[in-house]
């Protein structure tokens, strides 16, 4: 069943009534920036938008490293599509990788960790999910380099010991994705200021 904007909207809002906080703002513009590389490559605009929507959907549970199990298992219990629920795991994997993410390596013990793991390592991932894995590190309440929002996710979290490997995965999909568009993916956001500061 496909999910689209307008329920993924509710969702989100039913989502904050139990979990209110900067991941509602976060969640938004990352579907806002999704739709933006959707629309440059041509793909399906209300996809992207709904799955960077919805891609964090599992925190309506409370904001844990548990979020992206929770979330997926949300989604399948609704009856949406595979791809919808895939989302709320990839987003915070880069490079097939459990531990190539901005949170530290999981430990062995969390929740669906196993599965997580082995669902990572052997999904192939989408266009799309490369999108929202470059939009989810981009986005704050606001658009941002992603070198200054990895320094803000180091400066709010601390800093473990994935986090060169993940910085290193990080700029490679950057690379990659200006490759796809042909151009920088800061030319999709004129707002975001760059100076030689």
């Keep these: ?11 989100l809002g039913e989502a904050e009534e139990l979990n209110p906080g900067r991941w509602i703002e976060h969640s938004k513009k ?13 793909l ?3 996809k992207a938008e709904v799955l960077g929507l919805i891609h964090d959907i599992g ?3 409370g904001e844990h490293t548990h979020h992206v199990i929770n979330g997926y298992k949300f989604i399948k219990e ?5 791809e919808y629920a895939n989302i709320c795991i990839t987003h915070s994997y880069l490079n097939n990788d ?10 062995p013990q969390s929740d669906g960790y196993e599965f997580r793991k082995e669902f990572v390592k052997n999904h192939e991932y989408t266009i799309y999910e490369k999108i929202i894995n470059f939009c989810d590190l981009m ?10 929002r990895l320094i803000e996710i180091m400066t709010r979290r601390g800093v473990d010991t994935n ?19 042909g151009c920088s993916v800061y030319e999709l956001f004129p707002e975001i200021k760059i100076t030689d500061k």
């Design 78 to 82: 609704l009856g949406y599509d595979d």
């Design 59 to 61: 925190k309506r549970y």
């Design 1 to 11: 069943m496909r999910l689209n904007k307008e329920k993924a909207l509710k969702l």
């Design 98 to 107: 459990i531990n190539c993410t901005a949170g530290g390596v999981p430990s």
């Design 44 to 46: 399906d605009t209300e």
């Design 139 to 148: 986005c704050t309440n606001k658009f941002m380099i992603l070198e200054q």
């Design 163 to 181: 986090t060169v490997y993940h910085i290193k995965e990080a700029l490679k999909l950057r690379d990659e994705l200006d490759e796809m568009l």
């Design 30 to 42: 990352v579907g806002d920036a999704s739709r933006r590389f959707a629309e440059k490559l041509n």
